[in-house]
């Protein structure tokens, strides 16, 4: 299954002032558009050609790290741009979600100090993560490309933190940018659909 460059579910100026467009233009039309490019390349004769994107991550994990590098990255900005809304983020979680945030994580508050803690703390390239797993939900952060689905997980939310994600807005004030993430832009409604799936 070819990858494809999928558009933004919103104008490239939606959601400034906490992301511009000129993040979004090079993120987006540059940075992911590369993964896809690359991971079609990677992704003729390695076997896995008819396999569907969630399979060719998980079955190129520690076996061919190139390709991985791509579909992995193509995954979590899959989702990514669908993680964010204008207008969003904060407290206005769907009712079930903000139960199982209670029962799992501590409640709304402990789930955005340890998410942004998460965060801050991924040093170098990565991402922070709610995810499900065993039928709880649990915060991880990870290196690189790599995503709670090589462990176990299915992932509901995620946040970039390679600098290409907020260099251009926040320079090198990564937490300024995960607060900004979760206190305006994260899409509830879409963590929900994630969540209800998983």
Do not use: C
Request: hydrophobic share 35%.
């Amino acid at each position: 299954m070819a990858f494809e460059l999928p558009e933004l579910p919103y104008a490239y100026d939606a959601l400034q002032p906490y992301m511009s467009r000129e993040t979004l233009e090079y993120h987006h039309d540059k940075h992911h558009q590369a993964y896809v490019t690359n991971g079609n390349k990677l992704l003729k004769d390695s076997g896995l050609e008819g396999k569907s994107l969630e399979e060719i991550v998980k079955a190129s994990f520690g076996k061919n790290q190139g390709l991985f590098n791509n579909a992995a990255q193509h995954f979590n900005h899959t989702h990514f741009w669908k993680w964010m809304k204008k207008d969003g983020g904060g407290k206005k979680l769907p009712g079930k979600l903000l139960k199982a945030i209670d029962s799992d994580l501590g409640g709304y508050d402990k789930f955005r100090e340890d998410f942004l803690a998460a965060g801050a703390a991924q040093f170098g390239s990565g991402w922070a993560w709610l995810a499900v797993k065993n039928g709880k939900l649990e915060i991880s952060k990870t290196p690189n490309g790599e995503n709670p689905l090589v462990h176990g997980a299915t992932p509901i939310l995620g946040v970039d933190v390679w600098e290409h994600s907020y260099y251009i807005d926040y320079r090198n004030a990564r937490p300024k940018y995960l607060e900004a993430f979760v206190d305006h832009l994260i899409n509830w409604d879409y963590v929900l659909e994630l969540f209800e799936k998983a």
